[in-house]
C-alpha cells in the first residue's frame, strides 16, 4: 500500500527467523559504539570529578598492566 517510513529496513525486512548479514552486523555494533561513547562524553559533562577521577584510575590501571 504505502512505502515503509525512511529509517525502517534492516534485519526486520528479511523476516524475523532469518539470519543477519556480517555488514548488517556491522552496521548494528558501529551505532552502539557511537551512541555508547556519546553517552559516555554526556555522562563525563555532566560529572566533570567523577570523570576526571576515572580517567586517572583508568591511566594508573594502563600504566600498571605488564603486556
Do not use: I, N
Request: proline content about 9%; hydrophobic content about 35%; charged content about 40%.
Amino acid at each position: 500500500m504505502s512505502d515503509p517510513p525512511a529509517g525502517a529496513g534492516g534485519p526486520e525486512k528479511a523476516g524475523p527467523g532469518a539470519p543477519e548479514t556480517d555488514a548488517e552486523r556491522r552496521r548494528r555494533r558501529a551505532r552502539f559504539l557511537r551512541d555508547l561513547a556519546e553517552a559516555r562524553a554526556l555522562r563525563a559533562r555532566v560529572q566533570p570529578r567523577r570523570a576526571k577521577a576515572a580517567r586517572l584510575r583508568h591511566a594508573m590501571r594502563m600504566r600498571t598492566f605488564r603486556w
